[in-house]
């Protein structure tokens, strides 16, 4: 039998600790080590995976077949340099990282002592990682790096449940611009709607809830119909009176919505054209509605 290669974890956040988790959980790796300047973290990390050694010092890591470097992005060159200088890498020895936004180049510190270098980042929110970990089937996950360690790195994702997909390096920025639009900017746009409910008199709480099937049911429809037919609202309508109260409302009462308010509604005047439900004429007041702001700055 086989013995699966051994793991060391650079960085103790919570992506890290979910792809570990996976992993391990999955027979594909056993956890050797989880390095984080912040002992307490690393402990923390070991004790939610069950298994490993805290450490909070790279001159305390120890040999490993596979290494993830899981810290911020604007840390993954320095760590790379850092364990560069340590000489601890060898020739077989493979390394990714999880960032959406940095190819595999960022670790080319490395590639005197191994040119194993890839990146997977997982399609999903963290937010929770015991969530994330118990969701984690179904998840896309965009890999990219040295081609067999890619491919390598792919045929895991797929035995964790994921669905693997191949990026070059120079796709994975505007990718990571898609995703951050799609999932944490939605959270800053749900925010700003909430801000309008609040002022309309609904407390946030109660507003959140009622937004739940709505936001869930316009997911849905982008799912089964695509973005131009899922669009509905004074916009794919052409009600031109509507939303000239919006901006008019926004602008006295939330003038920092109001810009965002505008720059999607433009967004939204596309959609609704090649829809089709609005007449152009229509479309064309309200697009000069939503510049007006722009023009007055």
């Not at 912040?38 to 305390?60: C, I, N, P, T, Y």
């Not at 040999?63 to 604007?74: E, G, Q």
């Not at 200088?85 to 990714?96: K, N, Q, S």
């Not at 152009?280 to 702001?293: D, E, H, P």
């Amino acid at each position: 039998m086989t013995t699966p290669p051994r793991l060391n974890v650079i960085g103790a956040g919570r992506a890290g600790r979910v792809m570990a988790r996976l992993l391990v959980s999955q027979g594909l790796m056993t956890l050797n080590q989880v390095c984080n300047r912040e002992l307490r973290s690393a402990q923390q990390a070991v004790a939610w995976l069950g298994s490993g050694r805290a450490v909070d010092q790279f001159s305390q890591l120890s040999s490993a077949d596979i290494w993830l470097v899981a810290t911020p992005d604007d840390q993954l060159a320095l760590v790379a340099t850092q364990l560069a200088a340590l000489g601890i890498l060898h020739e077989a020895d493979r390394v990714f990282h999880l960032s959406g936004s940095h190819s595999a180049d960022v670790l080319d510190a490395l590639h005197h002592q191994t040119a194993h270098l890839a990146s997977l980042h997982p399609l999903m929110s963290f937010a929770n990682p015991d969530l994330a970990f118990a969701g984690f089937a179904g998840t896309y996950c965009a890999v990219e790096g040295s081609p067999a360690w890619a491919d390598q790195l792919q045929q895991w994702a797929t035995q964790l449940g994921g669905i693997s997909f191949a990026l070059t390096a120079h796709q994975k920025t505007l990718y990571h611009a898609g995703a951050v639009q799609a999932c944490n900017h939605l959270v800053a746009l749900l925010e700003t709607s909430l801000q309008c409910f609040e002022l309309a008199g609904m407390p946030r709480a109660a507003a959140l809830q009622a937004l739940q099937p709505l936001l869930i049911g316009t997911l849905n429809n982008v799912h089964h119909l695509g973005t131009a037919a899922a669009l509905t609202g004074p916009i794919a309508r052409g009600d031109v009176g509507v939303v000239a109260k919006h901006v008019s409302g926004l602008d006295a009462q939330l003038p920092q919505v109001a810009l965002i308010y505008r720059q999607l509604g433009q967004v939204a005047c596309e959609l609704a054209a090649q829809q089709g439900g609005a007449a152009a004429a229509q479309l064309q007041a309200i697009r000069r509605l939503l510049g007006a702001g722009d023009m007055a700055t």
